[in-house]
């Protein structure tokens, strides 16, 4: 089964930026979906961005135009621009990916803490 690794994660201030990577074991070219999903203390996980394979991307309300998720097929890697935080994007970052009917495969997370 594919391994996720994901990477990036640290503290900053708000209005800052990070980038965070998750690398695949293997080719994520034919991948039904890509997502990062987050969960914050207390609360449920929640999607942050999703790309399908015809690359349609989608990103949540709260992460819409700070934002931007894209992929690097040769290196087996996607990522996610993190632009403008807030302290409310402060969690546990997660990267996953979907094939087949039901098919899925979650990366240990990444740690991201944004500081007021």
């Known amino acids: 089964q594919v391994q996720l690794v994901e990477s990036g994660g640290g503290l900053v201030q708000a209005g800052g930026s990070l980038r965070l990577s998750c690398a695949a074991s293997?080719?994520?070219?034919?991948?039904?979906?890509m997502g990062w999903y987050r969960q914050a203390p207390g609360k449920q996980l929640e999607l942050v961005a999703r790309?399908?394979?015809?690359?349609?991307?989608i990103y949540s309300d709260s992460v819409k135009g700070r934002f931007t998720m894209s992929r690097d097929n040769a290196k087996n890697t996607v990522y996610l621009e993190m632009n403008s935080l807030k302290p409310e994007d402060t969690a546990v970052y997660y990267c996953?990916?979907?094939?087949?009917?039901?098919?899925?495969?979650w990366g240990q997370g990444t740690q991201v803490t944004v500081s007021a």
């Open positions: 293997e080719s994520i070219f034919s991948f039904k979906a």
């Open positions: 996953a990916v979907e094939w087949g009917v039901a098919g899925s495969a």
């Open positions: 790309v399908v394979i015809s690359g349609h991307t």
